[in-house]
């Protein structure tokens, strides 16, 4: 039986690295997915245009020459605006569905974006964490397989700390989320480095039993965003260092958050 098996991750770098090791592994570019949130646009300018013509031809002279040979060799890469998130830089079979319209009637309702992956095989509540988590700044990434081979695609996408979708999930509850909405305003940049602070200070309440805050000493919420669009007070300067902590609070955490779904072929 074919599997969709699905990880969500904090930084793209964790991202391209999944990709990295699934293409040397040998899994096939046409089986796997990558959407990544793209806010700030940076995705867009580095990949997309004249710069992906050029790492597609250099894919084949030397397949593990860098990271942008492996984003920019996957079927489709493209840009595209999805209700409820914004710009995504989005690759592979899960863009080509939401590109084709898999799921539109659905999407009226849920969301193009969960329409597609529940169109994929993955259920409706972690289409929604996926979605959410791909709206917060995530990066999401898909592998369609065999069912033969899904102990070494889950081994692959958890050696690079994937979210645990049902514990960001909790976070997110606790500011009044409730569910996945494409009609929901999408993040900026300094939306995302707001988040960061609201879901630290979330981690070390439930790590000790205390209770975070932001520095008004209240969890973060979609309503503080939509009122305040002023600097941040997160600490850090630019969104590379929010990606950099990301990466750092991931890799001290064993809880493996990949997940796989049984997907109907027929």
Request: overall charge negative; glycine content about 12%; hydrophobic content about 35%.
């Amino acid at each position: 039986m074919a599997k969709t098996i699905v990880a969500l991750y904090d930084d793209f770098d964790s991202a391209q690295a999944v990709l990295r090791d699934l293409l040397d592994a040998g899994f096939s570019r046409e089986n796997v997915s990558l959407m990544a949130s793209d806010s700030s646009g940076e995705y867009a300018r580095r990949y997309t245009g004249d710069q992906v013509d050029r790492v597609s031809e250099d894919v084949t002279a030397g397949e593990g020459a860098g990271f942008g040979a492996i984003v920019g060799g996957l079927v489709g890469l493209g840009v595209a605006l999805i209700p409820g998130i914004g710009p995504v830089l989005g690759a592979g079979p899960l863009a080509a569905a939401l590109s084709a319209g898999i799921g539109a009637a659905a999407g009226a309702i849920t969301g193009g974006i969960t329409a597609g992956l529940i169109d994929m095989g993955v259920d409706e509540d972690d289409a929604n964490y996926y979605a959410e988590g791909l709206r917060r700044g995530g990066t999401l990434v898909t592998v369609t397989a065999d069912e033969a081979w899904q102990d070494r695609v889950e081994e692959i996408m958890n050696r690079h700390h994937p979210v645990d979708v049902e514990h960001r999930a909790a976070y997110w509850r606790e500011t009044g989320w409730t569910a996945f909405s494409a009609e929901s305003m999408p993040y900026t940049d300094d939306d995302l480095m707001r988040e960061r602070e609201g879901y630290r200070d979330y981690s070390s309440r439930f790590e000790t039993g205390g209770r975070g805050s932001t520095s008004s000493g209240d969890l973060y919420t979609d309503a503080d965003r939509r009122s305040s669009y002023g600097p941040t007070e997160t600490g850090y300067d630019n969104m590379k260092q929010v990606e950099e902590a990301r990466r750092a609070e991931r890799e001290s955490s064993s809880t493996p958050g990949t997940r796989a779904y049984d997907r109907d072929t027929r």
